[in-house]
């Protein structure tokens, strides 16, 4: 119970919450959304044990760990239709993301999972440690890198071009992209039209782009490698352009556009911000991360990833997951926090929380890199995980397997070390010393 409040008393979080509804009902909400934002795990741990499902006019928050992936494996009770009104439109057509169990979510979701395949590990992971080490090396004669500009978002961004095959007109355009679309998505709950058009704007663009690249792929016979079907070589966008689903029309160009798009909204930004989250709270244990140095030397790297999902625990880049209820459902039903979810409402399943509920995270304020891999929700539960996880782990796991062991790693005194955010949410820059205290290199 190391994460629970030193003391739960009646003016609490809930009690505050309370007493703000009770004066203006849009208050206690928007009270709430601020506390989600900067004091989230105290939130969390009092409402697990006072309010673990707490209603309120705007949402609903759900925060124990079995009515958290209650919510995310029941796709016909608590769907994901609320996001296709603002990812749809931004990406030109449906997107497979905001279906759940439509023959076209099917399709996709599978066909995309053969395109990600677990065999591709080993490819990413070389493709990570080439790009990282070139990073890190011409840091070190400076004594410091931004992690975020230098190392994180370059590494993300050669996974984007050579194993994605998502050509980059220029290193900035994708994070502009994603971040813009990503933002109405996600948070934009107000609908505030000028957030919205910029994601519209931001979508066309993109799409513009990967329309002149399939062009050029199809003139020029597929850069990327030769197609040869899912499990041929080539990049994935070319295994994409290779593959035929016979007796259906449905994979079209415009269907290979928009799961391209999919692949870099669903990688880019959550990549980077969970590698600064969990770099930070490595280095804030320095006993911890002598432990993650030793296992990065191992062959097999499953003692050092456990290192890496475990500090990712303690501060994920990916804290809720949003769903809509579509038909009145009693959330923990036969159990003393049973609550009518009525239809309509939004459902914010905190996995931020589900992750340290003692009920299925044993002494969740211990760092133990051997949890077993349900504990971690870091990619989501139920049939909208993500169908990249593979590849997309290798990438966060492989850089900060490459980044943690250089001599004289640490954080900054802010305000260097302090992580600046686009939107206070996006990392844009998290500078880390190197070498020695004077900032020479050892």
């Known amino acids: 119970m190391g994460d629970a409040p030193q003391h739960l008393t009646a003016d609490g979080y809930l009690g505050r919450y309370e007493a703000a509804a009770a004066r203006d009902p849009a208050y206690g909400p928007a009270l709430l959304a601020g506390w989600l934002r900067s004091e989230w795990r105290p939130l969390f741990a009092e409402l697990r044990v006072r309010r673990p499902i707490l209603r309120t006019p705007a949402f609903t928050l759900v925060t124990r760990y079995p009515d958290v992936t209650e919510v995310l494996r029941n796709g016909d009770v608590f769907t994901v239709d609320g996001y296709a009104s603002r990812l749809d439109p931004a990406l030109g057509g449906p997107v497979m993301l905001t279906r759940d169990g439509t023959p076209m979510n099917w399709r996709e979701k599978g066909l995309m999972q053969v395109m990600l395949p677990p065999e591709d590990v080993p490819r990413v992971r070389e493709l990570v440690a080439r790009t990282a080490g070139r990073a890190l090396d011409a840091a070190v004669p400076r004594g410091r890198i931004d992690a975020v ?19 980059v007109p220029d290193p900035a355009a994708p994070a502009r992209w994603s971040r813009a679309i990503m933002t109405d998505v996600t948070a934009n709950l107000t609908g505030d039209p000028e957030v919205h058009a910029a994601s519209l704007a931001a979508g066309r663009e993109m799409m513009d782009h990967l329309r002149g ?7 020029g016979g597929a850069p990327g490698g030769a197609p040869g079907g899912a499990s041929g070589g080539g ?30 909204l669903g990688f880019l930004e959550n990549a980077v911000g969970s590698m600064t989250h969990l770099v930070r709270q490595l280095l804030l244990r320095p006993e911890i991360h002598r432990a993650a140095v030793l296992a990065a030397d191992e062959p097999d790297t499953a003692a050092f990833d456990g290192h890496v999902w475990e500090a990712l625990r303690f501060d994920p880049f990916l804290k809720i997951i949003t769903r809509v209820c579509v038909r009145d459902h009693v959330l923990a039903a036969g ?13 914010l399943a905190a996995v931020a929380s589900a992750m340290f509920d003692e009920t299925a995270v044993p002494e969740p304020g211990l760092f133990r890199p051997d949890r077993p891999p349900h504990t971690r929700l870091h990619f989501g539960h139920g049939p909208h995980a993500c169908v990249g996880v593979h590849p997309g782990a290798a990438v966060i796991t492989e850089t900060v397997r490459r980044l943690l062991p250089r001599p004289g790693l640490r954080l900054l005194d802010p305000p260097d070390g302090v992580v600046a955010r686009d939107r206070d949410v996006f990392p844009d820059r998290f500078w880390l010393g190197l070498g020695d205290e004077s900032g020479s290199a050892r």
């Open 149 to 167: 500009g230098e190392l994180f978002r370059p590494v993300c961004t050669a996974v984007c071009a050579e194993y994605f095959g998502f050509p």
């Open 335 to 347: 159990t003393p926090r049973a609550t009518t979810v009525p239809a309509g409402t939004l459902v």
């Open 213 to 219: 690249a399939l062009d050029a792929r199809r003139a």
């Open 235 to 264: 990049d994935v966008f070319a295994r994409m352009l290779g593959t035929v689903l016979p007796g259906t029309p449905a994979w079209d160009d415009e269907r290979i556009l928009v799961n391209v798009a999919g692949m870099l």
